[in-house]
């Protein structure tokens, strides 16, 4: 079937398989060690060779992280970092950037407090590509992955070094994009 790419996520994956390469993704919490440096330190990661951008999103019990990226969050919630400022930064990034694949990486619980629809509209709005909720496994992401799919944001999965070969298949069903392999 040949179909037109039009999501940036997909076409970063079909161009680096062209060329036989790997992706590069690195990620950034977002508003650590200063908000100000963010957008900054997205651009410098593009510059360096990376070829999609996970953006973590602050959260105050990051407990699937560890004590390096639980300590960003708390630098990053000191400084005020909340998800309206995240989106925020993923707009100014857009301003010179509108071709790198932006990935939201954090909890359920800040969309839920935004409110899922509004989040939904202004993550589009602002340019991310994707989000990855690290507490929103497949069975239960239903409604939220079709909300994020009508809004042009592919949910990103996670698989585990332990998952069996049926649940990740499952998970192969249910995600996009690409899948987040915890090592």
Known sequence: MNRTVSNRIDRRFAALK???RTALIPY?????PAPA??????????????????LGVPF????????????????ALVHGTRLRHVLEM?????QRDSETPVVLMGYLNPIERMGY???????????????LVVDMPPEEAGDNAALFAS???????????????????????????YLYYVS
């Open 151 to 177: 809004h042009g944001l592919q949910s990103i999965f996670l698989l585990a070094p332990t998952t069996s070969e049926a649940r990740a298949r499952e998970i192969c069903r249910h995600g996009e994009g």
């Open 37 to 54: 440096h963010t957008v900054g330190f997205m651009h410098a990661c593009v510059e360096a060779g990376a070829d999609v951008l996970e």
């Open 28 to 32: 950034i919490t977002a508003g650590d």
């Open 18 to 20: 062209a060329q036989g």
């Open 117 to 131: 629809d509004v989040f939904t509209r202004e993550a589009q709005a602002s340019g991310v590509d994707g989000v």
């Open 90 to 94: 993923v707009a100014e990034f857009r």
């Open 60 to 75: 105050s019990d990051p407990m699937a992280d560890g004590p390096v990226i639980q300590k960003a969050c708390e630098r």
